[in-house]
């Protein structure tokens, strides 16, 4: 038995919208957040460099994978990204975002024809279109998410689609502009804990990956709020999703 690798990559570019940043302040940037572990490991000394231990690599790969735990914890509100894209003519296959991490609603506009398209189950997607290239019609029907990809059926003829959706923190280009200011302190922590482990210093290690820990409480606690307030402090249903 054997099966042929796909030689060939599903490549749809999606544009974001203009976006309002968080206030860049004193850890705008990632090179910002790597001078700020430095002054805390070594203070009064020079910077981090590529051949100091820890590297300013190794610092920078802590404060990414931060980012992406953060993400990966709750549906933050400022995980929201909205993005779109012009479907090619004939195609029922599109990829998604490359940090793309789950929907925040059931929709997908279809800015061609000022409409909605709902979003279902993968499985009955699959039931109602055997085969999606078989389709015909005007305008797309229904939407799946399966995997990194986007279905539509009927196959596209061109339109405009709108997607809203939430960001999984993946590090395409070291963005920390979407991450509110705390948050960019809490993903130093712990960057900075992770270098006290790598210089065997355990006790500094222990004592900021608490504050770590204890931060990421406190950014889900905070974000509840946010919800709750959006929601006009209603008690949520048990049946509504977080």
């Known amino acids: 038995m054997s099966i042929t690798v796909a030689s060939g990559t599903l490549d749809t570019e999606w544009a974001e919208f203009s976006i309002v940043d968080y206030p860049a302040s004193t850890l705008g940037t990632l090179s910002a957040c790597i001078d700020e572990v430095g002054i805390k490991l070594r203070p009064g000394d020079v910077a981090l460099t590529a051949t100091t231990t820890p590297s300013s690599t190794q610092v920078a790969s802590w404060i990414l994978r931060a980012k992406e735990e953060l993400a990966e914890i ?8 909205y993005v779109t894209a012009t479907l090619t003519g004939g195609s029922y296959r599109f990829s998604l975002p490359p940090d793309f991490g789950g929907m ?3 929709l997908l506009k279809d800015k061609t024809n000022d409409r909605s398209v709902r979003i279902i189950a993968q499985n009955t997607f699959d039931s109602m279109f055997p085969d999606v290239a078989a389709e015909v ?3 797309i029907r229904l939407a799946t998410i399966k995997g990194m990809e986007l279905w539509v059926s009927p196959p596209a003829s061109g339109e405009v689609v709108e997607l809203e959706y939430l960001r999984s923190g993946d590090d395409i280009t070291a963005d920390m502009s979407w991450l509110p200011q705390i948050e960019r302190w809490r993903c130093v922590d712990f960057a900075i804990a992770e270098a006290f482990y790598a210089l065997h210093q355990d006790g500094e290690g222990d004592r900021y990956m608490f504050r770590w820990e204890k931060g990421l409480g406190k950014a889900v606690r905070a974000d509840g709020k946010r919800k709750w307030s959006q929601q006009g402090y209603q008690a949520r249903s048990l049946f509504q999703a977080m």
């Open 104 to 106: 925040t609603t059931k």
């Open 137 to 139: 019609g005007l305008k």
């Open 74 to 81: 709750k549906n933050f509100t400022w995980r929201r990204r």
